[in-house]
């Protein structure tokens, strides 16, 4: 049974910082790629960041890209997410997510975004920004 655990949320003032963390268990993680979404209350999930399942690629949105960096360690099957300069607008409850193909390698700036291509969720971890 695949578990992703998410840690690192709190509060943090506008300008801050977090890194988040995603420790995986199940499946062979090198093997997937992994993903990051947001989903703020009355919003629907939003795409955040992903990385091949190599850690070669990496994909962000333009909402964050310069400010957040998704990054892997295969050896610790967690992946990590740093985010910086961070807004009040990306106050959200954070997931991580797998994909559900392994070795997925075709057409990732797409379906990377996408929900449907990911088959295990988090549990997700508040972010909070203040102004």
């Known amino acids: 049974q695949v578990q992703l655990v998410e840690s690192g949320g709190g509060l943090v003032q506008a300008g801050g910082s977090l890194r988040l963390s995603c420790a995986a268990s199940g499946r062979t993680f090198s093997t997937y790629n992994m993903g990051w979404f947001r989903q703020a209350p009355g919003k629907e999930r939003e795409f955040v960041a992903a990385i091949k399942w190599s850690g070669g690629s990496t994909y962000y949105p333009d909402s964050v890209k310069g400010r957040f960096t998704i990054s892997r360690d295969n050896a610790k099957n967690t992946v990590y997410l740093q985010m910086n300069s961070l807004k009040p607008e990306d106050t959200a409850v954070y997931y991580c997510?797998?994909?559900?193909?392994?070795?997925?390698?075709?057409?990732?700036?797409?379906?990377?975004?996408?929900?449907?291509?990911?088959?295990?969720w988090g549990q997700g971890t508040q972010v909070t920004v203040s102004s």
């Open positions: 997510a797998q994909d559900s193909r392994a070795y997925r390698s075709i057409g990732l700036s797409f379906s990377l975004q996408v929900t449907t291509t990911y088959d295990y």
